[in-house]
């Protein structure tokens, strides 16, 4: 059984482009996030999204947006995708305010 | 906004040692202290939690010790086994809205056989 999944694990894309990478959790957890993890391997929140209610942080560009069909998925759009956009992205959920579970993550390559 | 500082970067160990990565944080309101492994490839796994409530937790060969005063907690890993190797982050739960965690650079820990 696959907690968290993410698709897909690999995305390879030119500069300028539209993406979207999606997210599920099977798990019944009522929050979920996005992080990004740099080629430093540094690790990074993006967003927190719970019961409709979404929390951004501060640092992200507007180019990214969430987007949450229901209380199983977030999907995750990036617009006129940049080279820095080149990273590792994980979504996670958590049904307290506590554990976070991760999903394998996105490869995400930008040329 | 918190701030965490994980320290070393890099730790090399021999199978058998133990291993200690230490984290210090800013915001005094923090109240969650988990560790994950991440492994080559992989996603990141929890491994130990703590609680602003407590000062130690220990789980078989790992530990997590917890100073509020200092604002600093620690991970022990004893009699190391060369599948320990990985890349260890330690992260804080400060005052914020999202339940959003705050991660520090992680450590790579290296076990020789």
């Known amino acids: 059984d696959t907690a968290v999944s993410q698709t897909p694990k690999y995305l390879v894309t030119q500069m300028g482009n539209d993406k979207s990478i999606k997210c599920e959790q099977n798990?019944?957890?009522?929050?979920m996030y996005w992080y990004k993890q740099d080629s430093k391997k540094f690790l990074k929140i993006m967003f927190s999204y719970n019961n409709k209610e979404l929390i951004i942080n501060e640092t992200v560009p507007n180019r990214f947006s969430p987007k949450s069909p229901d209380k199983a998925h977030l999907n995750l759009h990036i617009n006129s995708l940049e080279l820095g956009d080149s990273a590792v992205y994980f979504c996670?959920?958590?049904?307290?305010?506590?554990?976070?579970?991760f999903g394998p993550g996105t490869r995400l390559t930008v040329t | 906004g918190e701030n965490v500082e994980q320290h070393p970067s890099t730790l090399s160990v021999q199978e058998g040692d133990s291993a200690v990565i230490k984290c210090t944080y800013s915001?005094?309101?923090?109240?969650?202290f988990p560790w994950y492994k991440q492994e080559l490839g992989k996603r990141p796994q929890l491994i130990i939690d703590i609680r602003s409530n407590v000062g130690e937790k220990k789980d078989q060969r790992i530990a997590v010790t917890l100073n509020k005063t200092a604002k600093h907690f620690s991970l022990h890993i004893t009699e190391t086994q060369p599948e320990d190797s990985a890349v260890y982050f330690c992260a804080a739960k400060g005052r914020n809205a999202g339940n959003m965690l705050t991660f520090g650079g992680g450590t790579r820990l290296m076990v020789k056989p």
């Open positions: 996670a959920s958590s049904q307290t305010t506590y554990e976070q579970y």
């Open positions: 915001d005094s309101a923090s109240n969650y």
């Open positions: 798990l019944g957890h009522d929050t």
